[in-house]
């Protein structure tokens, strides 16, 4: 706390306070010179009066030297500072970093102006009032944060053209992220450092626990976001099972979120491909709903699908984008030459849009297969095993005496031991919870997926926690297990042949094994991208001399190309992008990029839960101004001398009308 | 006698009709008009009493011994020659006023009552208290000695600081039997102290006059902003605004007035405040019938 001086050259007034003393004391009339008989009963009555008159006289001269101090400070025009002295006053200027979230979010309209603008004006107010020697930066929070200048500078006026040029952008983003380029920047430079982080402060974007406050660096948020936007958005896409057979229906899931505090209906589009379907969407308030929307498409290929609510106070998030590939039919794989490869081949040639071929050998599979069951694995051709579950295909081991290497891939911690035969035999249940993958069978309209007995059975060792089991004997065994890290590859562990078994021979099997094949085979499409993030697509994903990048206008966009990658040169906004080969102008793959679902969430916190670990909240930026280059206190001062000149009136008054009354 | 400065023929004509009439017996060694303690030989039937040896035989009522075979004695009231002492505070609070001065004006009451006294045929005497000293007049009778008070109390002026209490203790040295006693002060004094010499008076049945003399603008102070109050006694100063000071001035004033009042009246002494604006002959009231 300090105080300073606007016209300190009038400081010689202040000797003026003793004015009103002095000429209390001259001011006073001459008495006349009265001889009277004696003073003993004068002094008695002055005594008496003085007890009364004596407070009313320094009341008078208080009230006279304060009015003439205050009209003294309007003059000197001083400044109160909370914090710290005039900036003119440092050695060095003040060195100011202005965080400024350009996330999604704050495209967000309040009123007549978008969070953006605000928060843009709020910085250019912070920066027109810093002085000529300080510096300043200003980096803006998005997806990779973007500094203005490299270090803080003298040039403010730059930093305000660009904050107007410069819009919001359609990218998620990081404050945090932001912030630690800001405290880099402040580093090492001399004199007061101060951060202010302009930003809507998003719930779940926002931790002050994250924000460290280095020593010597203030950190002031000013949030800029003062009411709640009413917003539903598309949070979530999915098509299911996720890789589809052309033909076969498939279901797209929406997830759709309301984050107004109240409920409402919004209508929904789902198109996939040329095919449209609508819902409607009710959702509660502050929740959100899942709309699921079956599809079939006789054709195979890759199809856009987009899931688009009516508009909103916030149109950006109101469509999430994704893309479904649909195959002609599903080619699988059995290798193994017992009874239970034997079983798994039944099943393939049971189910429709499936062709199940036997392999003689692992080196025969083939890049178009896209499920592969091995009975008996002892743990050859690794290799190929890995390259096919990382392509995307599905596999299911039946593990034999296999290889250190490959029960270290499974997750086992050993071979499984020779199959024994279990008297009697067991019956199989499902483990709670129930999982994901027989949700088909959760309500017994289908029939029991443990139905069925085992009588021989090869204990498998799993690794602790490694796998999910899908199916257990009674005694609690695993037979059917589903690996946590490899989610497309299963572990079998029970014979099904029909002496061993019964299963293969209840009427819910090939239900199960057709469950299996089409839900937990992975999709080969590449999942959404973020708005922002930068697009990645692994060179052997795009089989073309010379690929391109189109966006969503048909412009081809900058790519760069190396051995292994393909990215794209900068952040994408949200849409459809095509990769096509650049000589043939075929497509190569189409990706989607999507606004990040936390950009949503337009609703507004409190200061209770921004401030916190050395963080000083703001309401505006005037506020920071005051406190750099003070409260000008003249205002207050003036007011002070007219309330000390009414006083002195009303004191005066008061005694004179009281002499007037007695006398 | 020759009428002094004081004793215009205007007031010389009022005083005609006017006699000295002591509220108490007086005592004295001449026969006169005045009711006194003593009982003697007058016309007037006062009471019997028994005989004792050394009394005259010549007073024994013989008409009362025919029917009672008792000496007893018939007594009268004796009319004595009483004496009047005037005690003037000449003291320098007392020149203050304007037409007249306070003690111009206790001055002509003085000689008023000393010449009233004189043709009541009385003795009359005078202590006058001039700054710290006292200068002692025995009462007389004669003419000469009147003119005498009179010339004094016309030349003599007011100065120097006095302690009324010390000068009634004084002059109770000097009296020697009951009289009348007349006080003419503007009582700047503690009133406790003033009548604890006045006590000894009281106990010896002296009648106690006292005239408290006041200037008008010491009952209202004067006019004006600020005024520089100089005490004619001691040079003091005190600055004051009588505006401000006026309320609690008199509520002060009548405080010590009512203080003389209260004592005066508990021992039986007359007590009167007289204003040099009223006539000089109400300092006489009380004194004359």
Same mark, same amino acid.
């Given at each position: 706390m300090s105080i300073g001086l606007d016209n300190p050259g009038l400081l010689p007034l202040v000797p003026l306070v003793a004015g009103p003393l002095l000429l209390h004391l001259m001011a006073r009339p001459r008495p006349r010179l009265l001889a009277y008989p004696s003073l003993m009963l004068l002094e008695r009555a002055h005594r008496n009066n003085a007890r009364i008159k004596r407070p009313h006289h320094w009341l008078l001269l208080i009230l006279r030297t304060l009015w003439v101090a205050c009209m003294v400070g309007v003059f000197l025009q001083p400044r109160y500072f909370t914090e710290r002295p005039l900036a003119g006053l440092e050695e060095h200027g003040r060195n100011v970093v202005v965080v400024l979230d350009a996330t999604a979010s704050m495209r967000a309209g309040e009123g007549a102006q978008s969070r953006y603008?605000?928060?843009?004006?709020?910085?250019?107010?912070?920066?027109?009032?810093?002085?000529?020697?300080?510096?300043?930066?200003?980096?803006?929070?998005?997806?990779?944060?973007?500094?203005?200048?490299?270090?803080?500078?003298?040039?403010?006026?730059?930093?305000?053209?660009?904050?107007?040029?410069?819009?919001?952008?359609?990218?998620?983003?990081?404050?945090?992220?932001?912030?630690?380029?800001?405290?880099?920047?402040? /580093?090492? *430079? +001399?004199?007061?450092? !101060?951060? &202010?982080?302009?930003?809507?402060?998003?719930?779940?974007?926002?931790? $002050?626990?994250?924000?460290?406050?280095?020593?010597?660096?203030?950190? /002031?948020? *000013? +949030?800029?976001?003062? !009411?709640? &936007?009413?917003?539903?958005?598309?949070?979530?896409?999915?098509?299911? $099972?996720?890789?589809?057979?052309?033909?076969?229906?498939?279901?797209?899931?929406?997830?759709?979120?309301?984050?107004?505090?109240?409920?409402?209906?919004?209508?929904?589009?789902?198109?996939?491909?040329?095919?449209?379907?609508?819902?409607?969407?009710d959702l509660p308030a502050g929740g959100s709903a899942l709309i699921t929307v079956p599809m079939e498409i006789e054709d195979s290929g890759t199809f856009p699908v987009a899931a688009e609510l009516e508009a909103d106070a916030f149109p950006a998030d109101n469509i999430r984008r994704g893309t479904v590939s649909l195959q002609a039919s599903l080619r699988a794989a059995v290798y193994g030459s017992d009874d239970t490869a034997r079983v798994w081949l039944r099943g393939l040639d049971a189910l429709p849009g499936v062709t199940g071929t036997h392999l003689t050998r692992l080196q025969d599979l083939a890049d178009t297969h896209d499920v592969l069951l091995i009975s008996g694995w002892d743990g050859a051709g690794l290799e190929l095993v890995t390259a096919f579950v990382e392509r995307g295909g599905l596999l299911m081991v039946r593990p034999g005496n296999a290889t250190a290497a490959a029960n270290a891939w499974l997750g086992l911690r050993a071979s499984p031991g020779a199959s024994a035969r279990l008297e009697p035999a067991r019956s199989l249940r499902v483990p709670e919870p129930w999982p994901d993958l027989l949700s088909l069978f959760a309500d017994g309209r289908y029939g029991s997926p443990a139905r069925g007995l085992v009588s021989r059975f090869a204990a498998l060792s799993p690794e602790p926690d490694a796998h999910e089991p899908l199916l257990l004997l009674e005694s609690g065994e695993p037979v059917w297990l589903r690996h946590r890290e490899r989610p497309s590859v299963f572990l079998w562990a029970a014979s099904l042949s029909p002496e061993d078994s019964t299963l293969s021979a209840q009427v819910e099997w090939v239900s199960l094994f057709g469950e299996w094949l089409f839900r937990a085979r992975p999709s080969r499409v590449p999942a959404p991208a973020d708005s922002g993030d930068v697009l990645l697509t692994p060179r052997g994903q795009l089989p073309a001399a010379r690929p391109e990048l189109v966006d969503p206008q048909g412009e081809t966009l900058p790519l760069r190309v190396d051995e292994n990658t393909v990215r794209a040169a900068g952040p994408l906004p949200p849409g459809f992008y095509r990769y096509r080969n650049a000589d043939s102008g075929g497509t190569l793959q189409v990706r989607a990029v999507n606004l990040p679902a936390a950009e949503s969430d337009l609703t507004t916190r409190g200061p209770e839960e921004l401030e916190g670990g050395g963080l000083s909240l703001l309401s505006r930026a005037t506020d920071l101004n005051t406190l750099r280059e003070g409260r000008p206190l003249w205002p207050l001062l003036a007011a002070l001398a007219f309330l000390f000149a009414l006083f002195e009136q009303i004191a005066t008054i008061r005694s004179a009308s009281s002499r007037a009354v007695r006398t | 006698m020759s009428a002094s400065r004081l004793l215009t023929p205007a007031l010389l004509r009022e005083l005609e009709k006017v006699r000295f009439a002591p509220r108490t017996r007086v005592e004295g060694r001449h026969a006169g008009r005045h009711m006194s303690p003593a009982r003697g030989s007058s016309t007037e039937f006062r009471d019997y009493r028994a005989y004792a040896p050394g009394d005259d035989p010549g007073r024994v009522d013989w008409r009362v011994f025919a029917r009672s075979d008792r000496h007893v004695l018939r007594t009268y009231e004796q009319e004595s020659q009483t004496g009047c002492v005037i005690l003037l505070d000449a003291s320098a609070s007392m020149a203050f006023g304007e037409s007249p001065a306070k003690h111009r004006f206790a001055s002509q009451a003085a000689a008023c009552l000393a010449h009233v006294v004189h043709h009541s045929q009385d003795q009359v005497g005078l202590l006058l208290a001039r700054d710290g000293k006292q200068e002692w007049h025995p009462p007389?009778?004669?003419?000469?000695?009147?003119?005498?008070?009179?010339?004094?109390?016309?030349?003599?002026?007011?100065?120097?600081?006095?302690?009324?209490?010390?000068?009634?203790?004084?002059?109770?040295?000097?009296l020697n039997r009951r009289c009348t006693l007349v006080v003419f002060s503007d009582f700047y004094c503690d009133p406790a102290?003033?009548?604890?010499?006045?006590?000894?008076?009281?106990?010896?049945?002296?009648?106690?006059?006292?005239?408290?003399?006041?200037?008008?603008?010491?009952?209202?102070?004067?006019?004006?902003?600020?005024?520089?109050?100089?005490?004619?006694?001691?040079?003091?100063?005190?600055?004051?605004?009588?505006?401000?000071?006026?309320?609690?001035?008199?509520?002060?004033?009548?405080?010590?007035?009512?203080?003389?009042?209260?004592?005066?009246m508990r021992r039986g002494i007359a007590y009167r405040v007289v204003g040099t604006d009223q006539p000089v002959l109400r300092c006489l009231e009380g004194l004359t019938p």
């Open positions: 603008a605000r928060a843009g004006a709020e910085a250019a107010d912070i920066l027109r009032h810093l002085s000529a020697r300080d510096r300043a930066n200003v980096i803006r929070a998005r997806a990779l944060p973007e500094s203005l200048y490299a270090e803080p500078g003298v040039n403010k006026s730059h930093l305000i053209d660009e904050i107007r040029r410069l819009p919001a952008t359609l990218e998620g983003g990081s404050l945090h992220e932001a912030y630690l380029l800001a405290v880099s920047q402040l /580093r090492d *430079l +001399p004199g007061p450092r !101060e951060i &202010v982080i302009l930003s809507d402060f998003q719930p779940g974007g926002w931790d $002050p626990a994250d924000f460290q406050v280095p020593e010597g660096v203030t950190v /002031r948020l *000013l +949030p800029v976001a003062t !009411e709640s &936007v009413p917003n539903q958005a598309v949070t979530g896409l999915r098509v299911y $099972p996720p890789a589809p057979v052309a033909g076969q229906p498939f279901t797209v899931e929406v997830d759709v979120r309301n984050f107004s505090a109240a409920p409402v209906r919004r209508s929904l589009v789902v198109r996939v491909g040329e095919r449209r379907e609508q819902r409607s969407a | 007389g009778g004669s003419a000469r000695h009147v003119n005498h008070l009179l010339h004094t109390l016309d030349q003599s002026g007011a100065a120097g600081v006095t302690d009324l209490p010390a000068d009634l203790r004084h002059l109770n040295t000097l102290e003033c009548f604890t010499a006045l006590n000894p008076f009281v106990h010896q049945g002296v009648d106690l006059h006292l005239v408290h003399v006041l200037d008008p603008r010491e009952r209202d102070l004067p006019e004006g902003e600020l005024i520089a109050f100089r005490d004619l006694e001691t040079s003091e100063k005190l600055n004051a605004d009588p505006r401000e000071l006026r309320a609690a001035y008199r509520k002060v004033l009548d405080d010590h007035h009512r203080a003389f009042r209260e004592l005066a």
